[in-house]
């Protein structure tokens, strides 16, 4: 299957400073990319959704000012979370997915972000 | 927001018995996905299911679809310890054409060598 990458795999910062993930579909053009949330024993929560050269679309309950989403390409996008506090250790994941005529592709997943905030 | 039910939510077996993992939506959808979770990783596809299919296998894998009763199962056959992970149903709403999948709540599968 298509491959997607994040960087960095784990992260750990002190609270208050900001943390860049970068998200990347490494073989294939994406035309939407999906940012996730895992808590630990739980299922995926939907962050957010975007589109290259456009706003992210952002899931109710999740503050925009403190996850910056920024997609400057057809293979890249990145999740900043600002002013990082140790309630938003996590593990954050991202996914890519291709849309073909009027078909949506598999949506595929990157291996994950670590973040611990101290 | 989550419409996948998974049932069950967790389930040991011995290698080389079979498991069964359930998958219910509420409405109507495009496809339907099943990935694979090992601890700490992200999640690896497994297959994807269309709403006018009925069944598709991949290896020991095999997917039922049932669109009328919103329902999926995944099926791994002469499971090995290797098998032992996460597993989630991911769905396309038909009224939604974004790209997003909702996930089920997941099940977790232990296989004991």
């Known amino acids: 299957g298509a491959v997607v990458s994040q960087h960095p795999s784990r992260v750990i910062c002190k609270s208050g400073t900001s943390v860049k993930i970068e998200c990347r579909s490494l073989?294939?053009?994406?035309?939407?990319m999906f940012w996730y949330r895992q808590f630990p024993k739980q299922s995926l929560m939907l962050m957010a959704t975007s589109n290259e050269g456009s706003k992210a679309t952002y899931e109710q309950g999740v503050e925009k000012d403190k996850f910056l989403i920024n997609h400057a390409s057809l293979t890249l996008s990145t999740l900043t979370v600002t002013s990082a506090h140790p309630e938003d250790s996590s593990f954050y994941i991202c996914?890519?997915?291709?849309?073909?005529?009027?078909?949506?592709?598999?949506?595929?997943f990157g291996p994950g972000t670590r973040l611990t905030v101290l | 927001s989550q419409q996948g039910e998974e049932d069950p939510q967790a389930l040991s077996i011995q290698e080389g018995e079979n498991a069964t993992m359930n998958c219910s939506y509420k409405?109507?959808?495009?496809?339907l996905q099943w990935y694979r979770q090992n601890s700490g990783r992200g999640l690896v596809h497994l297959i994807l299911?269309?709403?006018?299919?009925r069944e598709k296998h991949s290896g020991r894998l095999r997917v039922t679809l049932d669109t009328s009763k919103k329902s999926s199962s995944l099926l791994i056959t002469a499971s090995r310890a290797a098998d032992t992970a996460s597993y989630f149903c991911a769905t396309d709403a038909r009224s939604s054409n974004t790209g997003k999948l909702i996930f089920g709540q997941g099940t977790t599968l232990q296989v004991k060598p």
């Open positions: 996914s890519a997915r291709a849309l073909s005529g009027h078909v949506w592709d598999t949506q595929y």
């Open positions: 073989d294939f053009q994406a035309t939407t």
């Open positions: 299911i269309r709403s006018n299919e």
């Open positions: 409405t109507s959808i495009n496809n």
